[in-house]
């Protein structure tokens, strides 16, 4: 659990057990126990199986893909994908990537509803940017309407590994992910996905290593027990 949890929740179980002493009864000191429970399960923290394997862009935050698009940027030609975290959803976010974050960048803004697409440019937000893997990938926490605080954890030039956690948005907000155009998406709009877990995109010239590195060590392995005793000084 993230430790926000036990302040919340341990902040309002002491709120609880005072209004129930003031009042010589849990009637009135039912609400704050109800919403210590909450904030308890809200910033909860499970363990993810992170997956293994070259050029893999992992959800940096659980939710629902809103949005898989085209954009033009001062560098080119990217893809974006919007995730929206309900008030239901985990709220720690991951890196997408192994590799340095070359920018983090606080932008003050709005609180508009999450789930609108002006939302991406107009809300207050964290950018951030991570290079490794021979690929560049941005990601963006960003407020909704009713979250009001983002928290990330590292300094530029901090070495990240995929799906490690970086921080939270509190209550519900958005993530979006700027990927190479190149990439291949894995993921579609009205998919759930889980931070860390699952993969939105691969880029496809490491998917195409990986590939011809298995069938080269296939094809050594196979042709080894094959050859005649002596043959190998």
């Known amino acids: 659990m993230v430790r ?24 009135w000191a039912s609400l704050p126990v109800l919403l210590a429970l909450f904030f308890l399960w809200f910033f909860r923290d499970p363990e993810r199986q992170i997956p293994a394997g070259n050029g893999l862009i992992v959800s940096p935050g659980d939710g629902l893909v809103t949005e898989t698009i085209q954009i033009s940027t001062p560098d080119g030609p990217r893809q974006r ?42 809300n207050e937000q964290n950018i951030v940017t991570v290079r490794g893997e021979g690929i560049e990938v941005t990601f963006k926490q960003i407020a909704g309407l009713l979250a009001r605080r983002i928290v990330f954890n590292l300094p530029e030039g901090a070495s990240v590994e995929r799906g490690q956690r970086v921080g939270l948005i509190k209550f519900g907000s958005r993530v979006d992910v700027i990927l190479p155009a190149g990439a291949v998406l894995h993921v579609k709009v009205g998919q759930r996905v889980r931070g860390g877990a699952s993969v939105l995109a691969a880029m496809p010239e490491a998917a195409a290593a990986v590939d011809l590195a298995t069938v080269r060590r296939a094809a050594t392995a196979k042709a080894l027990p094959d050859e005649p005793q002596g043959a190998r000084a």
């Open 81 to 122: 994908i919007s995730i929206f975290l309900s008030v239901f959803d985990v709220h720690v976010n991951r890196s997408p990537i192994a590799g340095i974050l070359t920018q983090v960048r606080y932008q003050k803004g709005q609180y508009l509803n999450a789930m609108n697409p002006a939302s991406a440019d107009r």
């Open 4 to 27: 926000d949890g036990y302040i919340y929740g341990l902040s309002l179980l002491a709120v609880a057990a005072a209004v129930s002493w003031a009042t010589h009864g849990w009637a």
